[in-house]
């Protein structure tokens, strides 16, 4: 793909779609990773001489603008982050007088940031009036939004049909390369570990993953759907009875496949759905009515964790329990302890892991943590994601 590298953005207006889409509560950001990550190719437009117009949506406004969904403290934040200011072109049309205004007050090497994309109805339709409108603003479209690639919309698709430069920006180089070398290329053994509470949003990525993996790990939610299909207990745990066909399937062509699937052999269960729960310890398979799994149990994050030690590669994806409440997150957390303490290439997808690792404090420990949610999953799964495929090299 053609990047930020292979274009001269001197003077001229650069249109940079960006995933700022944090998490907010009260106006405050509680997760800057995806701004952090952008900050490369920002400083790269700003260093060569750009105009630099930032864009990006933030949650699901459906089209109307809503004031808890302005991009305003975002752009309060990157400017502390980059050490410049981001001038917030407030405008609920997104591409409107303001917008407009402020562009054409832009010096070389000055960056915007305009109102949420999805402040426009048209945005997630990808309706070609506004794909125009946005590419009217620029001489030069960069697509760096890696977590939103597999959506086709307006401000990362729509717009490259309107532009003659359409390029990707470092942030969507890095988690190209990165998660796509792991599964492709990756070096062996390669461990896949999945977590997360549905099998069925994980049906594509087992399937993929059991043609690629030496070993696959499955923890989370979705371990119990296993465990009831192969007879056990799970009390009122999570379960997808619907899949318990698909479940023992997966073993048996895994076995086929001569992939090693681990699950988990014992259990944390709590009394109710809180970090205040009773808790106790079982084997799988062993849940006493009306509890309730919501961890991998200690001899599970003793097996799991033997069996990413020899590993060269590591994917993971999907959290081993409902580690947002402290006395369920042990399993996650050994783990994020196990990858931080192998020699192997660590990449984290999916948002849920990635926040759990940045949580637990073991961020600095991974070769890669991917900025996608969505995006990082159907990339696992092999498919083409249109923000990807929209920039054409242009
Ligand atoms: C994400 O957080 O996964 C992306 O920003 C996409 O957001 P969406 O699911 O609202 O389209």
Redesign the pocket.
Known sequence: KKSVDDINVKGKRVLVRC?F?VPLIDGKITDENRLVAALPTIKKLIADGGKVILCS?L??PKGEPKPELSLAPVAVRLSELLGQEVKFAADPEVVGPNAKAAVEAMNDGDVILLENTRYRAEETKNVDEFSEELASLCDVFVNDAF??A??AHCSNVGVTKYVDTAVVGYLMQKEIDFLGNAVEHPERPFVAILGGAKVSSKISVIERLLDKVDTLIIGGGMAYTFAKAQGGKIGISLCEDDYMEYALNMLKKAEEKGVKLLLPVDNRIGDKFSNDANIQVVKTGEIPDGWEGMDIGPETEKLFSEAVKGAKTVVWNGPMGCFEMSNFAHGTEAMAKALAETDAVTIIGG?DSAAAVNQLGYGDKMTHIST????SLEFLEGKELPGVAAANDK
């Not at 996608?372 to 995006?375: I, V």
């Open positions: 995933d889409n949506h949650g699901k977590g939103t597999h959506r948002g996608g949610g969505g995006a």
